[in-house]
């Protein structure tokens, strides 16, 4: 148990659903992180909170949409979203976000397939 | 670029045996080096971590790790594998703000 929770742990949804994936640290860090895990590829980062500010967006596609009501809590909103959008998300967290040497606790992830 | 490769997609080794996971990063300076391991239902867990100082760094679970700047190379090491350490391995470089750039992973497996 790292303490970063993530539900749903899977997940099967149409692309003209809306669906919404939830990640909770008990941790007390002050930054939290979504990674995206697709089969034979590098996982990628996705979105950066840092003091629950976003700073970092890598280029993901406005069909994913970040959430940090508190520093605790990450959300990431899912929307029309296409086949290829199938992989394992990922949430972590850390204290800090400056510096290469941060350390993060990953959750187990949210396997999604999109039909 | 800044990268980091891991040549080989997949291991296997005999319990007991030693093993060794290669990586290579390509970046100017220093860089922030990490092993993480991944294994089933259990998400991703840090062994080690290499910032600076002693080149040879020790983890968990029996894990050590060497960064050597002349081949830009940050191996994994363990001397007696247990089969409770099959799993897929990511080296991964540190950047600013909590980036982390992975590998592709070695997945690893371990035979009786």
């Known amino acids: 148990e790292t303490g970063v929770t993530q539900t749903p742990r899977h997940l099967v949804m149409g692309m003209t659903n809306k669906k919404s994936l939830k990640c909770e640290q008990h941790l007390g860090h002050n930054a939290m992180y979504w990674y995206k895990q697709s089969a034979k590829k590098p996982l990628e980062l996705m979105f950066v909170y840092s003091l629950e500010e976003r700073v970092e967006n890598n280029s993901v596609p406005s069909r994913f949409s970040p959430e940090c009501p508190n520093s605790s809590h990450l959300f990431l909103h899912l929307h029309t979203l296409q086949p290829e959008d199938s992989a394992l998300y990922l949430c972590a967290s850390s204290q800090g976000s400056e510096g290469g040497g941060v350390k993060l606790f990953f959750g187990s992830g949210t396997q999604l397939s999109v039909l | 670029a800044q990268s980091v490769t891991q040549p080989d997609i997949h291991i296997t080794v005999s319990e007991g045996a030693s093993l060794e996971l290669r990586c290579n990063y390509s970046?100017?300076?220093?860089?922030?080096l990490f092993w993480y391991v991944q294994s089933p239902g259990q998400g991703l867990q840090l062994l080690l971590k290499y910032f600076s100082g002693d080149t040879l760094v020790q983890g968990i679970k029996g894990f050590e790790a060497e960064f050597k700047r002349s081949q830009s190379s940050f191996n994994l090491r363990k001397p007696s594998v247990h089969w409770s350490d099959a799993a897929e391995y990511f080296c991964v470089r540190g950047s600013t703000l909590g980036r982390l750039y992975f590998g592709r992973g070695t997945q690893l497996t371990v035979w009786p």
């Open positions: 970046y100017g300076a220093t860089p922030y």
